[in-house]
DNA sequence: CATGAATGAGATTTCATTCAT
DNA sequence: CATGAATGAAATCTCATTCAT
């Protein structure tokens, strides 16, 4: 459908380029039409840009969504492993989105911030109810400040996960991942250990 | 001096607006002067920017240089503590240039990419260097190897301090140093005993 | 067509105020268009202007070919005469491409040198093979050195006609063909007594 | 002397690039001076202008009193191949000049262009009215319509070793020099025979 | 004499957009 | 749906010129 190819092309051009350097033009050439033809899909360059970000920040929230729902959670220590590793899975598979995600952070886009901190308020309560919720459900005793610890924590460290995304290549992505996930075990043991908690 | 100010308001513009946005006209703006004197200053914009992104590299190569050897090397844990809050108190204090820095990484400026890499590959080299002479000077035992661990573990929890700047405030930005500070302990504690190290 | 009519206006500005003072404003008030929108034509002023020399160069070579085929070639001194009658028609037709040309040999445009040299080149060999084959076809005892001596006089004596038409009026034109004609057929005359040949 | 340099730089330049295309910084720079020091020695571009061409004038006009005056005048056909050489020598030593001078004629300088056809008038008035005291001091009896066929034909003759000295190397020029020598000797014994003439 | 610094005007070019077909 | 043709606005850059030093 024309429709997405020019959503995909103007992601991967917004990607690289940045918003004034992803131009109608070039995106319009990607999908081997004329840039005329964009206007009878999208009233302007804006709305083609609000769309295509709203398009990735679905993504985003739906791929995080399906991992999170998909895993077991008998395990704390394992469900932070595998939220990760998705993670990892959902931004390299679509590094151009999250280059893309990244421009829009640094340089935003004219009319468009409001949407995507929309979104990052949004994602994020719903990232802490979620996980509050499953480690609630697995050690009972653990009171609300420190299971906000240790989520903060996981934020922190899957920071730098998705920073080395961004900047480095296949095998140092999963030499983070290592260090991610052995940072997570270390912090919860301890955090564990330290607050005399038994299961 | 007019080429000075010139420069900041470049990075200035590039880091909130991206190569294609950072316009001559707002630059000129900015400094108050006429875009066509910006061109007795600077060839072309290319040439603008590429002096610009020289600046950016340079002061955070001095800044790192600065704090790393104005410490004192006693302990090793200080040693990365007092790095953490070098990165924080750069990054926070050149939040602009943070920011330009981090614009250039995902949406980089055509024909200077050349320069950012290879100053990339410089400063892991100088950092690689210096912190290994410094880890090996304290603790004498320890193998390459595991030097190259702590250091790699320690550039990991930086991202994640880096790009918590980047998108955080302040308060936020505190949180992550400690953050970082306890994960860099953490690690180094559970290093050494593993390797069944006594200094 | 606009396109055609753009090429018409670049040869006429160019031809009057060289590459430099051939701007593309005038010429798309010529056209009675917007500047931007030659380019919708044409990639850049480079390409616009390859293209009109081009179409001058082109012009120049169809005419010639024109009046050399449709001259009866029974007499040589006449087919001279024609030529030269050829000449004068198509650059007083033409004084806008052939004031033009003198412009492209004086102040040639950057990066299009090559191509008319290269027309140059093709010419005079055309010229000389055909005019070759005439004189041959009629003269058949005549040397190709000699041959090569009358073709070479009348390039010369055809240079003075033509700078004559660019510097000249009605009147000095006229006078000039009737001196050009006149010198030809004296040469020819002279160079048969003197090879002592007959027909 | 600095003026000097600069209207040798500005002569240079117009040759090769034309008015618009000869700026003032090709013309400073190639004087190794600033384009503001320019403005000591000349108004504005036009005047420099102005003065370029008065000095390419009258270096011809120098050149040919020159030649003109130091011939012995003893034998007309004599006169005329050495009125050609100096043609040859004076445009070939200063083909920058020459070149500058066909940029002149088809893209005439604007508001430079009556300078330019008044020297013509007057340069061919002076050239008339010399030739003519010189053809009729020798053969007192050739009536002024025949001397002026035989000057026309002179300057036509002329005209042809002029272009060819714009777009011909050595080589080409002094097979045209011949070419015109011999093609007025012949003009001149063809037109006194005819005249049935007796020195 | 010479130039560093600056600029208004204008040149080339790009870009988002429109609209008739 | 799609585009050919066109454009206003703006971007990059050039150029002649000025003026204080």
Redesign the pocket.
């Known amino acids: 459908m ?1 429709k997405n190819k020019i959503i995909l092309a103007t992601i991967n051009n917004f990607s690289t380029h940045g918003y ?1 350097g ?4 070039k995106i319009a050439k990607e999908v081997d ?8 899909f999208f009233e ?3 709305d083609l840009f609000k769309q295509a970000i709203q398009v990735i920040l679905d993504n985003h929230f739906s791929s995080m969504k399906t991992s999170f729902f998909n895993h077991k959670k008998e395990n704390i220590t394992n469900l932070f492993s595998e939220l990760f590793r998705s993670i990892v899975y959902h931004h390299t598979s679509n590094i151009v989105e999250t280059k893309a995600y990244v421009t829009m952070v640094s340089s935003p886009i004219p009319n468009i911030k409001k949407e995507v901190s929309e979104y990052l308020v949004q994602y994020n309560e719903w990232l802490l109810k979620n996980l509050t919720g499953v480690i609630k459900g697995q050690y009972t005793n653990l009171d609300e400040h420190t299971i906000r610890k240790i989520i903060d924590y996981f934020i922190f460290i899957g920071n730098g996960l998705f920073w080395g995304i961004v900047i480095y290549d296949q095998e140092g992505i999963h030499k983070n991942l290592t260090q991610a996930i052995y940072s997570m075990e270390q912090y919860i043991t301890e955090t564990l250990r330290s607050e005399n908690y038994a299961k």
């Open positions: 024309t004034h992803a131009t109608m033009s039409i004329k840039p005329a033809s964009l206007y009878y302007s360059k804006e």
